[in-house]
């Protein structure tokens, strides 16, 4: 989750732990639950073998989709959860990361086949995510796959942020729906 978050949930996790607080521990236990978009129910792991090579976090978002209150969000997430309201009732890839040694061997674009199967699922028209403009291995990825730049939010640096620049909301519709 955190490479797919860029370094964020480790940075909230860090956080919300505090000082003598473990923040793997209390990541894990913000997933445990079976309620919200973070849950472990809405995650798709991608094994070869016994060995985990990517996860794919995502979920259809309400429609509408109210994001308020925004001032009591951190101040680096305000941007995302801006991008996000958006894009209300697609189907939402909150994170998708392949392991780095991984990487280029097609476990992303299986995983992201994996969300475009959930969201035809899910009744979804349009899928969205949101990447750092940076990220250019992502961006030719989601390029490839379709989607298309919609908006932009200023990024707003963190402890350990490795981008400066934008994040920018890319869309697609869902494949086989009429229109895509």
Same mark, same amino acid.
């Given at each position: 989750?955190?490479?797919?978050? =860029?370094?964020?949930?480790?940075?909230?996790?860090? =956080?919300?732990?505090?000082? $003598?607080? $473990?923040?793997?521990?209390?990541?894990?236990?913000?997933?445990?639950?079976?309620?919200?978009?973070?849950?472990?129910?809405?995650?798709?792991?991608? #094994?070869?073998?016994?060995?985990?090579?990517?996860?794919?976090?995502?979920?259809?978002?309400?429609?509408?989709?109210?994001?308020?209150?925004?001032? #009591?969000?951190?101040?680096?997430?305000?941007?995302?959860?801006?991008?996000?309201?958006?894009?209300?009732? *697609?189907?939402?890839?909150?994170?998708?990361?392949?392991?780095?040694?991984?990487?280029?061997?097609?476990?992303? *674009?299986?995983?992201?086949?994996?969300?475009? #199967?959930?969201?035809?699922?899910?009744?979804?028209? *349009?899928?969205?995510?949101?990447?750092?403009? =940076?990220?250019?291995?992502?961006?030719?990825?989601?390029?490839?796959?379709?989607?298309?730049?919609?908006?932009?939010?200023?990024?707003?640096?963190? *402890?350990?942020?490795?981008?400066?620049?934008?994040?920018?909301?890319?869309?697609?519709?869902?494949?086989?729906?009429?229109?895509?």
């Amino acid at each position: 989750m955190d490479i797919a978050g =860029e370094g964020i949930p480790m940075y909230l996790w860090r =956080e919300s732990a505090g000082r $003598d607080g $473990d923040p793997l521990e209390f990541g894990a236990g913000a997933v445990s639950g079976t309620e919200g978009g973070f849950s472990y129910v809405n995650a798709h792991v991608a #094994e070869i073998g016994d060995e985990v090579v990517g996860m794919l976090l995502g979920y259809r978002l309400p429609d509408p989709h109210d994001v308020e209150p925004l001032s #009591e969000a951190p101040a680096v997430v305000r941007p995302l959860l801006e991008l996000e309201a958006l894009a209300p009732g *697609s189907w939402y890839v909150n994170a998708v990361a392949a392991d780095p040694a991984w990487r280029g061997r097609g476990v992303g *674009s299986a995983l992201m086949q994996r969300a475009e #199967e959930a969201a035809a699922g899910s009744g979804a028209d *349009s899928l969205s995510l949101i990447v750092a403009e =940076e990220n250019r291995g992502a961006r030719w990825l989601y390029d490839r796959l379709g989607f298309a730049d919609l908006a932009r939010r200023p990024l707003l640096p963190w *402890s350990g942020c490795r981008h400066s620049g934008d994040w920018v909301l890319m869309t697609k519709p869902v494949p086989g729906l009429p229109g895509a």
